[in-house]
């Protein structure tokens, strides 16, 4: 399932998310810090979705509340909720 989430709080505006089975198959951040993200993407690919929540909730950038990582992992959640329904 493919799945566009807006995030909140930080550099990037869009989040392009591919989710199979309970694996994220791809992610594509637009805008923000553009290797660190593409860096983010590929280690995420193959994880369950479990996995990368775990692993990313609650990461913060600087003094933000959140960040790039941890809004992946609202999007996760968000996905997740939608296929449920």
């Known amino acids: ?8 709080g930080v550099c990037s505006r869009c989040i392009y998310l591919d989710v ?3 694996i994220v198959k791809d992610v594509e951040f637009v805008g923000g810090c553009n290797g660190n993200l593409k860096g983010i993407s590929a280690l995420v690919k193959g994880l369950s979705c479990d996995e990368v929540k775990e692993k990313l909730s609650g990461i913060r950038c600087g003094l933000k509340p959140t960040s790039c ?5 609202k999007a996760i959640d968000e996905a997740m909720a939608t296929c449920s329904r």
């Open 1 to 8: 399932m493919k799945f566009e989430y807006r995030p909140a």
């Open 69 to 73: 990582p941890d809004q992946l992992a």
């Open 20 to 22: 199979e089975g309970g």
